[in-house]
């Protein structure tokens, strides 16, 4: 799986509460990155559930299926 931040990105931080392990706050972008080129397999459930909770709709994933 890999995951994305879009520019869309709010800075509101809520994926970096939901899996602190996959994502960061940038402070110099002001908004959210992906730690992983690939997203290893036991943080796959959190980080669909942080981009269900987006509310700016930024987070887009690419599952490897």
């Given at each position: ?22 994502f960061e706050y940038d402070e110099d972008e ?36």
């Open positions: 799986m890999k995951v994305k931040v879009t520019k869309e990105c709010m800075g509101d931080r809520r994926c970096n509460d939901l899996c602190p392990e996959v002001l908004k959210s990155i992906v730690k992983f080129d690939e997203v290893p397999s036991e943080y796959y459930a959190l980080v669909r559930q942080a981009a269900e909770e987006c509310g700016a709709f930024a987070i887009e994933i690419e599952d490897d299926n």
